[in-house]
């Protein structure tokens, strides 16, 4: 004799295997990332980037898109006073702000919003290995770190589970 499962099993079990399955709403949109890194020592001091990244999120995306970036200065020949982040040309692209800074040290960790035209251009930008941090000091003295890339994932569909 065959034996039926109960009713609320079955419709239990119904509902877990939906809830399981890919919502195609989830992903209606696309995202691409780049991360960058490194490091310049000299007379004025040491600037290790330890990240410069940017995920793009397409125009229907569910966040903005967003740079962060994780810098530190060590040995510095006198207090820093600004960072910024400049295309190869040397025109300042955006301000970088900084966490805390001593007479011989600076640290940098934030995140910026990115909106419009200008995703694409810090995507290019970074991308291309063109990007270049920039520490001034109190001294008038600058050290510039070119940006390297590390990693980068072009556009691509997160996934739906």
Do not use: K
């Not at 820093?80 to 600076?106: C, E, F, H, I, P």
């Not at 510039?144 to 997160?158: F, I, K, R, T």
């Amino acid at each position: 004799m065959l034996r039926r499962p109960p009713l609320l099993r079955t419709i239990a079990l119904t509902g877990v295997s939906l809830l399981a399955a890919c919502n195609p709403y989830q992903c209606s949109y696309e995202t691409r990332f780049v991360g960058t890194t490194g490091t310049t020592s000299g007379a004025n001091g040491t600037v290790i980037v330890t990240s410069v990244n940017f995920r793009q999120y397409h125009d229907d995306g569910p966040v903005p898109s967003d740079l962060t970036w994780n810098i530190r200065g060590e040995g510095l020949a006198s207090p820093a006073t600004g960072l910024v982040l400049r295309n190869a040309s040397g025109q300042s692209v955006l301000s970088l702000s900084m966490s805390s800074t001593s007479a011989v040290s600076m640290t940098a960790t934030s995140a910026a919003t990115i909106t419009g035209a200008d995703r694409d251009r810090m995507f290019e930008l970074l991308a291309s290995g063109a990007g270049v941090v920039v520490l001034t000091l109190q001294s008038g003295g600058t050290i510039s770190v070119p940006l390297g890339v590390a990693s980068q994932d072009d556009w691509h569909h997160p996934e739906c589970d």
